[in-house]
C-alpha cells in the first residue's frame, strides 16, 4: 500500500512540475512575443518612412536617395525574420491540416507536437550554417552605405534562434512530459536512420528526388509540418546527405529567396489591405456595389464577386481581401434567406477568382522568381479575373433565379449618386495602383507605399474613421504574415535551387516538351499539376518551387510568359480554395464564422465554374495578352 501510496506521489510530483513548467513557458512565451513583436511592427513602419522618403526625394525633388533601396533591403530582412518568430510564436505559419483534422484529438495533438518538434530539428540543422554566413558577409561591404554586410546577414543567425527558443516553449507549453520526449525521440531517431543510410543513399541518384521532395516531404506537409519548415528539413537532409555541397550554400539561397527588392512590396500590401477595412474605405465600395444591385435576384452574391474584384486591387492579400468583404455583406446576404454553406463558398470562389487581380502576391512572386515584368502581368491579370466573375455570376443567376425579393426597397437614385459620392476616394485607389504600375509611372513598392499614404489621409480627413489603438495590431500582424509568407519563399528557393542542381529541371523539360498535343496538352498537363500542388503546398510555394522549372519549359513550346502566368495563377487558385484540402477554403470559412461541413456541397458549382473558365483562359491567350 505505501508503494501505491509512494507511486501516487510521484505521479503528483511529476504532474505539479508539469504544470509549474507550462505556466512558466507560458510568460516567458508571452514575453518573447512582446520582445520580437515590438521592433517586428517598427521595421514595418520603417520601410514605409524609408521608401516614402525614397519616393519623395525622386518624384518631389528630383534627386533620388541612392541608399534609401539598400537601407531597405537590410530592414527587410530582419522583418522578414523576425516576422517569421512573431509567427511562429503564434502559430501562424502555413501548414496544411486537413489529413490531421479528421483524425482523434489525441492523435491531432500529438501530431502537433512533432510538428513543433521536426520544426525545431530543422532550425538545429541550420543555425551553425546561419552563424558561418552571416560571418563570412563581414568581407562585403555595402556599396551605398558602405557598412559591413554582416548587419544585415546576422537577421539569419537571430531570427533562427529566436524561433529555436520559440520552438522550445511551444513543445513545453503544447505537450506532456512523454509527449514531448516521445515526438523529439522519433524526429531524431527518423534524423539519425537517414544519416547512417548516407552512404547508400548517395549511389541512388535521382532517385533521392523522390525519397527526399516527394516522400519526406509529402509525409511532413500531410503531418501538418508548417510547409516552410518541411522545404526545409528536405533540402537540409538531401543536399547534406547525398551532395557534397556546405550547408551554408542553403543559407545563401533561402537568403537569396527572400532578398529579392520586388518582394518589399509583400508586407507594405499586407498593410494596405488591413488600412482599408479599418478606415472604412471597403465598406464604402460594397455600399455603392449594394445600391446598384440589391434589388436584383442574387444581388448581393453579385455584389460579393464585384467587391472582391475591387479590392483584391487593392490589398494583394486574399486574407485581407475576405477579411474586409464578408462582414459586410454576411449579415443582410443572411437576412434575405441566403444560406450559410452558399456564401462561403462563394467567397471561396472569389478568393480564386481574383488570384490575378493586380497586385496580386502571387503575381509578385512570379515576377521575382521567373524575371517576367510586373507590369505586363498586372496588365493581363484583368481581363482572365472578369472571365471567372461571368463564371461565377452565371451559377449565382442560376441557383437564385426565383430568389423572393418582395420585401427588398430599391435604392433611389439620390441614394446610388450619395453612396457612389461616398465611395469614389476608396474606388478612385485601386485604378490608381494599376494605373502607375502598368504605366511605368511607379515600381510596384513605391504604390504600395503611395497607396498606404493615401489611405491614411483618406481614414483621417475623408471617412474620419481611424482607430489608432488598432495601428500596432495591424503592424504585428503584418509582420507575422509577411515573415510567413518570406519565410516559404526562402525555403522554396533552396529546394528548387536543389532541383535545378540535380539536373531534375532539364529531365522536366524534355517530358513536358516530348508530350504528344502540343501546347494543348502541355496546357492542360500544367491546369492539373497546379490545382493538385495549390491544394496541397498553398500558393506562393508551388510558384516558388515551379516557377523557375517551368516558365523555360512553355517559352521553349510557344506559350507567351504572362499566358502561361494567367494559366498556373488561376489553377493554382482552384486548388487553394477548393476543399478538402484547399487552406484558403478553411481561411474563408474562420473569417466568414461558418462550419466547413455547410460549404462543401455548394462550392461543387462554383469551382466547376472556375474551372471552365480557366479552360477558356488557357485556350485563349488573347485574353491574358490582348492589352500588352
Excluded at 548587419?151 to 506532456?176: D, E, Q
Excluded at 534524423?191 to 549511389?203: G, H, S
Aim: hydrophobic share 60%; proline share 5%.
Amino acid at each position: 500500500m505505501s508503494a501505491v501510496n509512494h507511486a501516487s506521489n510521484i505521479d503528483a510530483d511529476i504532474g505539479a512540475s508539469q504544470t509549474g513548467a507550462r505556466l512558466w513557458a507560458a510568460k516567458a512565451n508571452k514575453v518573447l512575443g512582446h520582445v520580437v513583436a515590438i521592433p517586428a511592427a517598427l521595421l514595418v513602419l520603417a520601410e514605409i518612412a524609408v521608401l516614402s522618403a525614397g519616393i519623395v526625394g525622386r518624384y518631389v525633388f528630383h534627386s533620388p536617395i541612392i541608399w534609401s533601396d539598400e537601407l531597405a533591403g537590410i530592414l527587410f530582412l530582419w522583418l522578414a525574420m523576425l516576422g517569421s518568430v512573431v509567427a511562429f510564436q503564434r502559430g501562424e505559419h502555413m501548414r496544411m491540416t486537413a489529413i490531421i483534422g479528421m483524425l482523434s484529438a489525441e492523435a491531432r495533438a500529438f501530431l502537433d507536437v512533432v510538428a513543433a518538434a521536426a520544426s525545431m530539428g530543422f532550425l538545429l540543422l541550420v543555425i551553425h550554417p546561419a552563424y558561418e554566413f552571416a560571418a563570412d558577409e563581414v568581407f562585403v561591404t555595402t556599396p551605398a552605405l558602405g557598412i559591413v554586410n554582416s548587419w544585415r546577414a546576422a537577421a539569419l543567425p537571430v531570427g533562427i534562434g529566436l524561433m529555436l527558443v520559440a520552438a522550445v516553449l511551444r513543445l513545453i507549453r503544447i505537450a506532456s512530459l512523454r509527449s514531448m520526449l516521445t515526438a523529439l525521440a522519433l524526429v531524431a531517431v527518423i534524423i539519425t536512420v537517414f544519416a547512417l543510410l548516407a552512404p547508400a543513399l548517395k549511389p541512388l541518384g535521382n532517385l533521392n528526388l523522390l525519397i527526399f521532395f516527394v516522400l519526406v516531404v509529402g509525409a511532413m506537409v500531410f503531418a501538418a509540418v508548417p510547409i516552410a519548415f518541411a522545404f526545409g528539413l528536405a533540402t537540409v537532409g538531401y543536399l547534406t546527405l547525398t551532395t557534397s555541397t556546405p550547408d551554408v550554400v542553403i543559407i545563401g539561397r533561402m537568403d537569396e529567396g527572400m532578398s529579392h527588392l520586388i518582394l518589399l512590396a509583400v508586407p507594405l500590401f499586407v498593410f494596405l489591405g488591413l488600412l482599408i477595412e479599418m478606415t472604412g474605405m471597403a465598406r464604402a465600395m460594397v455600399g455603392f456595389l449594394a445600391s446598384l444591385l440589391g434589388h436584383v435576384r442574387g444581388g448581393l452574391h453579385y455584389v460579393l464577386v464585384g467587391a472582391m474584384y475591387l479590392v483584391s486591387g487593392i490589398s494583394g492579400s486574399k486574407a485581407a481581401d475576405m477579411a474586409a468583404v464578408a462582414p459586410v455583406l454576411f449579415p443582410e446576404m443572411k437576412q434575405r434567406g441566403a444560406k450559410p454553406g452558399d456564401l462561403v463558398a462563394l467567397l471561396a470562389a472569389t478568393g480564386a477568382q481574383t488570384e490575378t487581380i493586380p497586385p496580386s502576391l502571387v503575381l509578385i512572386t512570379i515576377g521575382s522568381v521567373t524575371g517576367v515584368s510586373i507590369s505586363a502581368l498586372f496588365t493581363g491579370g484583368l481581363l482572365p479575373g472578369v472571365v471567372l466573375a461571368i463564371m461565377l455570376a452565371a451559377v449565382v443567376w442560376w441557383r437564385y433565379r426565383h430568389e423572393d425579393l418582395s420585401h427588398v426597397q430599391r435604392a433611389t437614385k439620390r441614394e446610388i449618386g450619395r453612396s457612389f459620392v461616398v465611395a469614389l476616394p476608396a474606388i478612385a485607389l485601386p485604378f490608381v495602383i494599376r494605373t502607375a504600375v502598368v504605366e511605368g509611372i511607379a515600381t510596384a513598392t513605391e504604390v504600395s507605399t503611395i497607396g498606404i499614404v493615401y489611405s491614411v489621409f483618406a481614414g483621417l480627413v475623408i471617412y474620419r474613421q481611424f482607430p489608432w489603438q488598432r495601428i500596432y495590431p495591424m503592424l504585428v500582424e503584418t509582420a507575422s504574415l509577411s515573415g510567413a509568407i518570406l519565410l516559404i519563399i526562402g525555403a522554396a528557393t533552396g529546394m528548387a535551387w536543389a532541383l535545378t542542381q540535380s539536373g531534375f529541371s532539364a529531365s522536366l523539360a524534355g517530358f513536358m516538351t516530348s508530350l504528344p498535343g502540343g501546347v494543348p496538352m502541355f496546357l492542360a498537363v500544367t491546369i492539373i499539376a497546379f490545382v493538385v500542388l495549390g491544394s496541397v503546398l498553398e500558393g506562393i510555394p508551388a510558384i516558388v518551387l515551379f516557377g523557375p522549372l517551368l516558365f523555360p519549359i512553355a517559352r521553349q513550346v510557344g506559350v507567351h510568359d504572362v499566358h502561361y502566368a494567367m494559366v498556373v495563377v488561376l489553377a493554382m487558385g482552384i486548388g487553394l480554395f477548393a476543399p478538402p484540402f484547399g487552406v484558403g477554403y478553411y481561411a474563408a470559412c474562420a473569417i466568414s464564422r461558418i462550419n466547413p461541413d455547410e460549404g462543401m456541397k455548394p462550392i461543387v458549382g462554383y469551382m466547376i465554374a472556375l474551372l471552365i473558365g480557366t479552360i477558356i483562359v488557357a485556350a485563349l491567350p488573347w485574353i491574358s495578352i490582348g492589352f500588352l
